[in-house]
């Protein structure tokens, strides 16, 4: 069974691009999370999808950040415009449902630097 | 400050010794999962503990969950090149159907031969 797979694995973008990074999850599982790591900080929760549907996106930092799971398969997350303070490894994660005895698998992370 | 503390930051322990890493929450804990990450590498699920007390082991890994506390320990016994790595722990803060993980800042174990 494939793990959780994003893309890319590295990106660096100037200060005003768009990034968009991608996430497939477990097959079957139709919760989807994205956190990430920013340097020295700990691994921070941006939101999750129960399918398609956002059930909680109280993490995401601004409106710069636009996460989408269109067909509730493959999730999307766009920075535009990406600035500096964005940098650092974002993670995107599944389970196959939600509650306390599910565990969430991880995938490797893209490694986001803003220049 | 954090909500989950994570003690020692960073550990170097020789091929062999024991160790403890603990996991501090400053909220009470549902749920504690313990996570190892590689570098380039996600994380890795270790174990879960969800009620006061319990204990599960895989291997030579151990952790406890002490609710009252508020707390909770990984325990490598005769430590191995392979456990060296980030150890991070997650407590469950779901709310109203909606999940997310709070983690610690991490402990970065290095195992010297």
């Known amino acids: 069974e494939a793990g959780v797979t994003q893309f890319p694995s590295h990106s660096v973008i100037e200060k005003g691009q768009t990034v968009t990074l991608r996430c497939d999850p477990i097959?079957?599982?139709?919760?989807l999370y994205w956190y990430r790591r920013v340097m020295g900080k700990e691994i921070k929760f941006l939101l999750h999808?129960?399918?398609?549907?956002?059930?909680?996106e109280s993490g995401m930092p601004n409106n710069r950040f636009l996460a989408e799971r269109t067909g509730g398969t493959y999730s999307t997350l766009k920075v535009q415009p990406a600035e500096l303070e964005d940098s650092g490894v974002y993670f995107c994660?599944?389970?196959?449902?939600?509650?306390?005895?599910?565990?969430?698998?991880f995938g490797p992370g893209t490694r986001l630097t803003v220049t | 400050s954090q909500e989950l503390e994570q003690s020692p930051q960073s550990l170097i322990v020789q091929e062999g010794k024991n160790l403890t890493i603990n996991c501090t929450s400053s909220?009470?804990?549902?749920?504690l999962y313990w996570y190892k990450q590689k570098y380039g590498e996600g994380l890795i699920f270790l174990m879960m503990?969800?009620?006061?007390?319990e204990e599960k082991s895989h291997e030579k890994i151990t952790a406890k969950l002490d609710e009252k506390k508020q707390q909770s320990s990984l325990h490598i016994t005769a430590s191995q090149p392979s456990h060296a790595g980030i150890y991070l722990c997650g407590a469950d803060r779901s709310v109203r159907g909606a999940q997310k993980l709070v983690f610690g800042q991490g402990t970065r174990l290095t195992i010297n031969p």
């Open positions: 994660a599944s389970s196959l449902r939600q509650g306390h005895s599910y565990e969430q698998y």
């Open positions: 909220k009470t804990l549902y749920g």
């Open positions: 097959s079957g599982h139709d919760n």
């Open positions: 503990l969800q009620k006061g007390g």
């Open positions: 999808f129960v399918k398609e549907s956002k059930q909680d």
